[in-house]
């Protein structure tokens, strides 16, 4: 049977916070999680499913986080919160740049509360006021007004989670995204990087746009939301 040379995406979590976002983790030989304010990720050896339990230790009582992928038995004390199956995409190709006059900026911790209350406007739950500190981000503005964002997320040895891709309501129908993801995917690329990312499977218009823009569906992989109770 060939190598699968994607393999560590079916943990991804677990194989960015021992490679590239080191620096980021905190944790055990077995278990694993972002640092808190910068990403509510946790992640185990899948190979030592058991160890789980461990996650105890890190995860303080009524925290609300994520882990990607198989999930085992869980702790008593953990509930739940939901299963969110999502596609993971991979593109290995570079991206047609949409035509159109747009100015495309790098952010930085300048603009930490401007990135985090768009996304939390657009889409919450997954980003945290630090969470740019895990990669580059891009904007778009307009008359002093953040009104789009890409940026990366998990990182591993040589591939790029593409992340917090969102577009203030008032703002879509310019293909903003599609701007920003192009900008993301080439520099990564040119880095020697494989994009990647994730989407809920029901959300079938930003499937369909990544496709256009020469993502391929890789696996359907399950985000669960857990909190600790006690």
């Keep these: 049977m060939s190598h699968d040379p994607f393999a560590a995406l079916d943990n991804p979590a677990w194989w960015a916070l021992g490679s590239a976002q080191l620096a980021f983790a905190a944790g055990n ?76 900026a790098s952010l930085t911790a300048e603009h930490k509360m401007n990135m985090y209350q768009l996304i939390q406007k657009v889409q919450p739950g997954y980003y945290e006021p630090d969470t740019h500190q895990l990669g580059k981000y891009y904007g778009i503005w307009q008359q002093e007004q953040l009104v789009a964002i890409a940026g990366e997320r998990m990182k591993l040895e040589e591939l790029t989670e593409i992340s917090a891709i969102c577009t203030d309501p008032a703002y879509t129908g310019r293909q903003y995204a599609q701007h920003l993801i192009a900008h993301l995917c080439n520099t990564n690329l040119d880095e020697g990087k494989i994009p990647f990312l994730h989407v809920l499977e029901t959300n079938d218009r930003a499937i369909g746009l990544y496709e256009y823009m020469g993502f391929t569906k890789r696996r359907t992989i399950s985000f669960w939301k857990l909190r600790r109770e006690a």
């Design 29 to 104: 030989t077995f278990v694993q999680r972002y640092r808190r304010g910068i990403l509510p990720f946790a992640a185990f050896d899948h190979h030592h499913p058991a160890a789980i339990d461990q996650l105890n230790e890190w995860i303080g009582p009524g925290e609300v986080f994520f882990l990607i992928g198989h999930l085992p038995p869980i702790p008593a004390q953990w509930t739940i919160l939901a299963e969110l199956p999502c596609a993971q995409m991979i593109n290995q190709s570079a991206v047609t740049t949409p035509a159109g006059d747009v100015t495309i």
